[in-house]
């Protein structure tokens, strides 16, 4: 119990640093509303500049101290203003990915400022010792507890208290309610920021005279335990800030006293525990869907997955000459690690390009990999070829892993969590002790344990028969590296155009959508996570013989797998154009050893001049980070985006001297039309066929059916039915329970009661997708189109089949298909022939509301839930629409059930409505009867129905 | 791996700072010699803002400049490469290959956490002689042209007898959860069960630990008295400033800087090094040790500013200047023509050579303990520091055989 006592004493200095930390975190969440991932790195800047400051520049603690406070500020500040600023109206994704740009920014410029000399602080703190519960406890311990309880205290009651600290609250909650009020919300995020980094500044102050090795990455990977720290604290209690952070401290310590020291074989447990806690809050408390309040955020544009043959082969034949012919050996295992790194990245393409699944850990599956095929070799002498294999599905298992909080978390959080994941793989998994057996015949047995050899000897290596040994054979293994990449980058190519890269597009762009249209949202990030893995593993395995191949023993804990790779991958992906195949070569080359490094270096020689010009690689990540920024400024394409737009550019200048060009591109687009609407489609535009139509008529009816969130009742035990062919109108004043009818119904929000069944059969038990694929289609207010694909996609990936072979078989052909019957009828029905081939951002509005219509329509729905489809469109826009919904109906034989504000549209196409108030049902029958009820005119309409007749409720 | 260990120990390996190799002749052959001249080349980091060793090429310069003044090595004058290892990975593999292009007769003294550089030499067949053996890839201490002649990455089995020696009876460890502490942590265990000392507790911190107060109550609390350190030299210090004169404590000689040292004051003369080589200041027992203080002052007098007595250090000054004086003797067996290949030919045959200040080294024996092959000498000493004097002074004439202590200390109880 003594024991206990003194240690928990004892963990309080660790426990007031993760919360001074972590209350830096959490006031630029709370003031500018942004997710500081830069946090650990700015507080290993405030230790570099004061360790410097003392040393180097010869300056006394408390000025050092000071100065070392007002710089990180203004650090925090600058980046505000110049980076965060423009950002305002971004998803706090995007600003979250920007801050990992201030990370590699920081971290580049300590690296060349301080280098990673190992440096000494005298100590700020009066130095003494008490004993307390038989444990000898230093005095500086309780001093920097008392100041950081001082400075949390303080932000508290400003936040509590003072106008200020309550606006900033507000600022973050509604910045133009703020705005309206007179507090600037760029004023406050910048003052956010600048005490947020000046808390930073404190903690490298106070944490320098620890003894802590400055020069390690920990330092920066200490925002782990501090997002854990806020994220106990929901990102806004200062007290529970100071709680949370001393409880970490204490489990971490008591479990590394109790149970690594006793227990060697848990070795990183007790760096596990942050992950726990990242864990618990966001996955347990996590939605498998997100609710209809979620933020659909902005995703990095889309490569088309094109490939050129020609072009392709022309590169490769170019790159293979010069490996073989012409490149010096270190050139050339540039080129290698080039194509290592673009593996790597073009899993990340996959994940986060593709499916929109934010990583921080993508180095985990590839070490595990590496992990796992190593120690085969060196315990049982596999051949590399199957245990390569093996470990490659060991990936695919972690992946598997990661997946799982993805169900339940996403975008930011799912950030947070696969950091958290990242950082304890590397605790648990790569830095352990391994060891291998000691060579045969070997005396080194009377030296017990000693004797078997540290790390994993794998000896000299071949895969296909070409040796893996950058030294003895650099052209072979850059060969099988740039061969494999390219091989990999053509089947994700594949992916991109082949309708299970649509499902992957639509999860990204919108869960609820993508659910709404039968995609399999769990299927489809389950399979993101697992092909991402495995190339990953891939990746990961071929790197660690291209960098341990020569020594013949590998040694996973040298930080090749550390978390803070992890980001540098992501961020240099980013970089490159995450979206984009391509994209990945071009982030790979900004990685230290690769391609870009030996350009700089040429460069840097030839320039020549002051020293730093010479050594021009060394500034490659700290550009990194610049450009990084900058792409989350802008669409965020990366480099393979702006390449793509010049390259376009520049054949458009080519071809403007081939007079034939446009009628030759006409002809081909003609050619193509008609392969895709084979099945009708092209039969006509603005009439709807007759028939027949693939429409399997069902009745839809709703018995009893509640929503409940928390406590409020949004539905209260409604009944409806909707026969086929007729429509049914919704109608009741917003906050009436009208969508969330629509949600429960479709899946997207879970009933509490009642019964939902389609042709009579009960659908309750069916997820959202699975409705769909039963029958039940929907739009949604908000459109949820896929924004960065085309009409045709967003077409083609309502109406794909749902199988999952197309996983596979989409890998290594995506050959166009014709649409569906039902897709083709309605891309002519909603007349989109002529906008297949753009974007869909490039639409107008009432363009866009049509197609997010269609596209419900090819799916083949029996049931249409149309939520509000004429918000936004003009009257003559709304009255076509009616006219096309009314035929749907009345010659497709589809049930549809629209909820909408606007009189005219109900009047003019519904059979029946039903009146919505507070939840309940208070009237149903024909659109004049309702109109005429006395109950509806006072709960909804207010007066007489014919006066609305031409206007929606917003001019009632 | 020991020599990743090592490497997190001593923090040697620079990281962030970088450049690539560049470098240059340090040292023109004298006019005297009647053969061709032969580069031996030195790669090191200097001028970085992370570890650096200015005062070991200045050491490699002045025992160039000595062999120059005996006639060069079997006639040929020698001339000296620095190449400046940046403590960069891309430097350090720059560096080996122009070792190689330019067909270097050998590379000595080499210093690099980072690696890359054995393969490239052993396809070009060109011996490294003396390298510190710090690399992260391990490969200086079990690649077969690499001739270790430092001891130190053994120093955790030294370490408990030299504790022992300075009144200790029951000892701790303090190291990271890391992979390459294991290796350190063992040896330290072995080598207490060698001298029969109990080592309780085996604390392994998190390498993000910030405070090593808790640390400190642990050995404390268990009754430790002595203390092994595989630890950063930031936390050692750490340690120490926390464990105050409750403990005695023991790491390898370099880990801790002399600034440090003095800093901590008095608790700074609680601390044993284990060292593989005499303290400067026993010149008066050793005549290769007068031998080398002459060459360097020589070096010193022709306006090298990095051969100043003041920079001098047992462990890294007194390795490069042994590496040379290996390359010219063994150099000077060389059967036939003088050739790279014929010099690692040679070292390969070479038994008993007696360098004095080390006891003599047989290369056709590796070291039998897997993964340091390469590490032909096995004896360590004992220094500590004396903090009065503001000097590291030898803790006797004892020496330490480390295979001994660790085949003593694996031995199973009768």
């Known amino acids: 119990m003594t024991n206990l006592l003194g240690y928990a004493l004892l963990s309080l200095g660790t426990g007031a640093l993760y919360a001074l930390v972590a209350s830096g975190v959490v006031v630029i969440a709370r003031g500018a509303g942004v997710i500081n991932f830069a946090h650990g790195a700015l507080v290993m800047w405030a230790a570099y500049f004061f360790s410097a400051a003392q040393e180097n520049w010869g300056l006394p603690v408390a000025p050092a101290g000071a100065l070392t406070v007002v710089v990180t500020a203004a650090i925090g500040l600058a980046f505000a203003v110049l980076a965060m600023r423009p950002l305002r109206g971004a998803s706090p994704l995007i600003r979250a990915m920007a801050t990992l740009g201030l990370l590699i920014i920081v971290q580049s410029v300590a690296g060349l400022c301080f280098g990673s000399r190992v440096r000494s602080s005298p100590s700020v703190l009066p130095a003494g010792e008490l004993t307390m519960f038989g444990t000898t406890i230093g005095v500086d311990l309780f001093v920097r507890l008392a100041a950081v309880a001082v400075v949390i205290a303080v932000l508290w009651a400003f936040f509590r208290f003072t106008t200020v600290g309550l606006a900033a609250t507000a600022v973050v909650d509604n910045p133009r309610a703020a705005a309206a009020v007179g507090w600037s919300p760029d004023a406050v995020a910048g003052a956010a920021w600048c005490v947020g980094s000046a808390l930073a500044g404190l903690a490298g102050v106070l944490l320098a005279p620890l003894g802590n090795p400055l020069s390690s990455p920990s330092l920066i990977m200490l925002v782990v335990p501090a997002l854990a720290v806020a994220l106990m604290a929901r990102f806004h209690s200062l007290p529970g800030v100071f709680a949370g952070g001393l409880a970490l401290g204490l489990v971490e310590l008591e479990t590394q006293v109790g149970l690594v020291t006793a227990h060697p074989a848990w070795t990183g447990a007790d760096r596990v525990i942050p992950l726990i806690v990242i864990v618990f809050y966001l996955v347990v408390r996590g939605h498998g869907i997100p609710d209809r309040g979620h933020i659909v955020a902005r995703h990095p544009e889309l490569g088309g997955g094109r490939i050129h043959p020609l072009a392709l082969g022309m590169l490769l034949a170019v790159a293979l000459a010069l490996i073989w012919f012409v490149l010096p050996s270190d050139w050339v295992n540039a080129v290698g690690a080039n194509a290592l790194w673009a593996l790597l990245m073009v899993s990340l393409v996959v994940l986060v390009g593709f499916a929109g699944q934010i990583c921080l850990g993508q180095l985990v599956p590839a070490g595990v990999a590496a992990l796992i095929t190593g120690r085969i070799v060196a315990s049982w002498h596999w051949p590399l070829v199957a245990a390569l294999v093996v470990g490659v599905i060991g990936a695919v298992a972690v992946g598997l892993l990661f997946a799982l909080p993805a169900l339940r978390t996403r975008g930011l959080q799912l950030a947070i969590v696969t950091l958290g994941i990242g950082a304890a793989a590397d605790a648990i998994l790569f830095q352990r002790g391994y060891h291998s057996p000691p060579p045969a015949g070997t005396a080194a047995t009377i030296f017990g344990g000693l004797g078997s050899p540290e790390g994993t000897v794998v000896g000299t290596q071949s895969l296909f028969g070409i040796e893996l040994d950058t030294i003895d054979n650099p052209d072979g293994f850059a060969t099988l590296a740039l061969v494999v990449f390219t091989l990999v980058a053509l089947a994700v190519a594949n992916l991109r155009r082949g309708r299970a890269g649509r499902r992957l597009i639509a999860i990204r762009a919108d869960e609820r959508a993508a659910a709404a249209l039968g995609i399999s949202v769990v299927g489809a990030k389950l399979y993101a996570f697992a092909l991402s893995a495995a190339i990953a593993g891939l990746g990961g395995v071929l790197y660690v013989f291209y960098e341990y191949g020569e020594v013949g023993n590998i040694n996973y804990g040298a930080g090749t797998f550390a978390p803070f790779g992890s980001i540098m991958l992501i961020a240099f992906a980013v970089v490159g154009g995450i979206g984009w195949v391509s994209g990945s070569v071009a982030g790979a080359t900004l990685v230290v050893g690769t391609l870009g490094t030996r350009v700089a270096m040429v460069v840097g020689d030839l320039l020549g001049g002051p020293g730093w010009l010479v050594h021009l690689d060394r500034f490659l990540p700290l550009a990194s980070g610049v450009v990084l920024i900058m792409i989350m400024n802008g669409p965020g394409g990366g480099i393979a985006a702006d390449n793509a737009r010049a390259i376009h550019r520049a054949l458009a200048r080519l071809g403007s001297g081939w007079p034939d060009r446009p009628a030759r591109a006409a002809a081909s687009r003609r050619r193509r039309l008609a392969h895709l609407l084979a099945s009708g489609g092209d039969a006509g535009e603005q009439p709807v066929p007759v028939q027949p139509v693939p429409v399997r008529p069902a009745r839809l009816a709703v018995a009893g059916l509640t929503v409940t969130f928390g406590a409020m009742t949004a539905v209260r035990s409604i009944d409806l039915a909707v026969e086929p062919g007729e429509v049914v109108g919704l109608i009741g004043p917003n906050g009436a329970g009208k969508t969330s009818l629509i949600d429960a119904i479709s899946g997207h929000a879970p009933a509490a009661g009642g019964v939902v069944t389609l042709g009579g059969t009960p659908v309750d038990r069916l997820g959202a997708p699975r409705r769909a694929r039963a029958g039940i289609g929907r739009t949604f207010q908000h459109l949820a189109l896929f924004e960065d694909l085309t009409v045709l996609e967003n077409i083609q990936a309502a109406s794909d089949p749902r199988d999952t072979r197309a996983y596979l078989t989409n890998l290594l052909s995506a050959r166009e298909r014709p649409l569906p019957p039902m897709a083709a009828l309605a891309v002519g029905a909603f007349g989109l022939r002529d906008d297949l081939f753009r974007t869909v951002s490039e639409l107008p509005y009432g363009r866009r509301r049509l197609l997010s219509v269609a596209r419900a329509v090819a799916a083949a729905p029996s049931v249409l839930l149309l939520d509000e489809p004429c918000a936004g469109l003009d009257q003559t826009e709304a009255a076509q629409l009616v006219r096309l919904l009314r035929r749907l109906a009345d010659d497709w034989g589809l049930a549809i059930v629209i909820n909408d504000h606007d009189m005219s549209v109900i009047q003019g196409v519904c059979d029946r409505v039903a009146v919505i108030d507070i939840g309940r049902k208070i009237a149903e029958g024909r659109p004049a009867e309702v109109c005429g009820d006395p109950r509806v005119q006072a709960a909804y309409l207010g007066r007489p129905v014919g006066e609305f007749e031409g206007k929606g409720l917003a001019g009632a | ?414």
């Not at chain 2, 090429?57 to 120059?68: I, P, Q």
């Not at chain 2, 404390?220 to 403990?247: H, P």
């Open chain 2, 1 to 414: 791996m020991i020599v990743a260990g090592l490497g997190v120990v001593l923090a040697v390996a620079g990281l962030t700072a970088c450049g690539h190799g560049g470098g240059g002749a340090d040292s023109s052959p004298p006019a005297g010699s009647s053969g061709a001249p032969v580069t031996v080349m030195i790669i090191a980091p200097t001028g970085t803002a992370g570890g650096n060793y200015p005062e070991m090429v200045a050491a490699t310069r002045a025992a160039v400049r000595g062999v120059n003044a005996r006639g060069g090595i079997k006639g040929h004058p020698v001339q000296l490469v620095h190449c400046n290892e940046n403590n960069d990975g891309s430097a350090a593999a720059a560096c080996a290959k122009q070792a190689a292009d330019t067909g270097v007769l050998a590379v000595v003294s080499e210093t690099s956490g980072t690696g890359g550089i054995m393969a490239t030499l052993a396809k070009a067949g060109i011996a490294s002689v003396g390298s510190a053996g710090v690399s992260a890839d391990g490969s200086e201490l079990h690649s077969p042209i690499s001739f270790v002649l430092s001891p130190l990455v053994m120093f955790p089995a030294v370490c408990p007898a030299l504790l022992k020696k300075i009144g200790a009876g029951h000892l701790g460890m303090v190291g990271y959860d890391l992979s390459a502490s294991d290796r350190l942590l063992i040896l330290g265990q072995v080598g207490a069960k060698a001298v029969g000392l109990p080592v309780s507790p085996v604390v392994r911190v998190p390498i993000t630990t910030n405070d090593f107060t808790p640390t400190v109550t642990r050995l404390t609390a268990a009754g430790a008295d002595g203390t092994v350190m595989v630890v950063t030299e930031q936390a050692a210090v750490a340690v120490m400033r926390g464990g105050g004169g409750r403990l005695s404590y023991c790491h390898a000689t370099g880990a801790i800087s002399d600034a440090s040292l003095e800093q901590l004051g008095p608790v700074a003369g609680r601390l044993v090094e284990a060292t593989a080589y005499p303290e400067l200041d026993e010149a008066d027992r050793f005549s290769e040790l007068r031998r080398m203080r002459a060459e360097l002052d020589a070096e010193y007098n022709s306006g090298d500013k990095d051969a100043s007595a003041a920079l001098w250090k047992s462990s890294t000054s007194l390795n490069g200047w042994l590496s040379v004086q290996v390359v010219e003797k063994i150099g000077n067996q060389v059967p036939g023509e003088l050739t790279s290949s014929a010099l690692l030919a040679q070292l390969g045959r070479t038994t008993n050579l007696d360098l004095q200040l080390v006891p003599p080294l047989d290369f056709t024996r590796p070291n039998p303990i897997p993964g340091v092959e390469r590490v032909f000498n096995t004896t360590l000493r004992g220094a500590r520091w004396d903090s009065g004097g503001r000097r590291h002074v030898s803790l006797g004439n004892e020496t330490y055989q480390a295979l001994d202590i660790l085949a003593a200390g694996s031995r199973p109880p009768r």
